[in-house]
């Protein structure tokens, strides 16, 4: 039966925020997806909280989880917390071992799609300018462009 499945499987909340600053929505935004999960009948559920960009490949806690063929499913609050790009070619690797992200709301806010270009615009301008101050570039060319945030 899918109940004694779920029993069986082990489940991973993935919670993540960008920066240090946003480290206080970290445990609600865990403790709501572990919600999702524990009412969907999974037991056996571990929860992982990272402070990370959603941009950078470099994120141990996320590798590890990935990496360990035991976590049969993966929990996220929104998709953009598990990734801003490409989480679909992720979702097809984990689907091909019989593994699945889970997406307790996959709708789009917009914030997020403006915190998207500011991430992207903030990479571009780390690749041409350097490190420094590429944030300040990003949001320059967000406020000229009549989208940023003051």
Not at 69 to 91: K, Q, S, Y
Not at 92 to 119: I, P
Request: aromatic share 4%; net charge neutral.
């Amino acid at each position: 039966s899918q109940g004694g499945e779920l029993c069986e499987s082990r489940a991973v909340v993935y919670a993540r925020v960008s920066s240090s600053d946003q480290k206080g929505g970290l445990p609600d935004q865990a403790q709501r997806v572990l919600r999702w999960v524990e009412s969907a009948g999974f037991t056996d559920v571990e929860v992982v909280t990272e402070i990370a960009s959603g941009m950078n490949g470099n994120r141990p806690k996320l590798k590890r989880i990935l990496s360990d063929p035991r976590v049969t499913h993966i929990a996220v609050e929104h998709r953009d917390r598990f990734g801003r790009m490409n989480t679909e070619l992720i979702e097809a690797a984990l689907a091909s071992n019989g593994r699945k992200l889970m997406v307790m709301d996959d709708s789009e806010v917009e914030d997020d799609l403006v915190r998207d270009v500011t991430e992207v615009l903030t990479s571009l301008c780390a690749r041409l300018y350097g490190r420094r101050g590429a944030k300040a570039r990003a949001q320059k060319a967000l406020t000229v462009a009549g989208c940023g945030t003051e």
